[in-house]
């Protein structure tokens, strides 16, 4: 025992065994506490995680790099079929049944798909030349076949618009894809993949 601490402390070191179980309470009380307190503080302030187990980052990924699943949706008005992505939800169907519209889950991007009769006789050149000619847009990729076309164009306010149509002496069949321009190339690979799929049904009479 420490001769000092003695000294300092007469009454406690002459005081037998009671002072010294006051002692090694006090003591281990302290020590409790000690370690409570450096618990918290750990606590209160963990380790960040690294850079690669950002959450953010991983959501991206995901995103950008997995193929989307497709449902088929047919028309049974028109007869026309189309693959919708399968992650698009549907709009309340219209009640005459011409079509449907879907819209992805941050409501940038809309598909529609759609038909129409026609009601004046046309040709798919009068048709073509009149969409193109109604864009107040820049015009991008357009073209034309014997019984279809297509255009794209892009709105002011930066949105990107593929239309496709197949033109018959009865009715119309098509389909258009809206999305913002910042997102062009994954959503490419969707419109490829439902252009790639639209399969007419008989534009010939009226429905």
């Known amino acids: 025992m420490n001769p000092g601490w003695q000294q300092a402390n007469p009454g406690l070191a002459a005081g037998g065994t009671k002072g010294k179980s006051r002692v090694w309470l006090y003591g281990i009380v302290l020590l409790v506490v000690a370690a409570l307190i450096g618990f918290m503080a750990l606590s209160d302030d963990p380790a960040p995680l690294p850079q690669s187990q950002s959450p953010v980052s991983s959501t991206k990924a995901v995103v950008d790099n997995t193929e989307p699943e497709y449902t088929v949706y047919h028309n049974s008005r028109y007869g026309f079929s189309i693959d919708i ?91 258009s894809f809206s999305y913002p321009e910042g997102q062009k190339q994954y959503y490419e690979k969707l419109v490829q993949r439902m252009e790639g799929s639209f399969r007419r049904g008989d534009v010939s009479r009226a429905h």
């Open 85 to 175: 992505p399968r992650h698009f939800i549907a709009d309340p169907p219209p009640t005459n049944g011409d079509g449907q519209m879907y819209h992805s889950p941050g409501r940038d991007a809309v598909i529609r798909v759609y038909g129409s009769n026609v009601f004046q006789p046309t040709t798919t050149r009068r048709e073509y030349d009149q969409m193109v000619s109604d864009k107040r847009g820049k015009l991008g990729y357009h073209t034309s076949g014997q019984d279809w076309f297509v255009v794209t164009w892009q709105e002011p306010d930066g949105t990107v618009f593929y239309h496709k149509s197949h033109v018959g002496a009865g009715s119309i069949n098509s389909f």
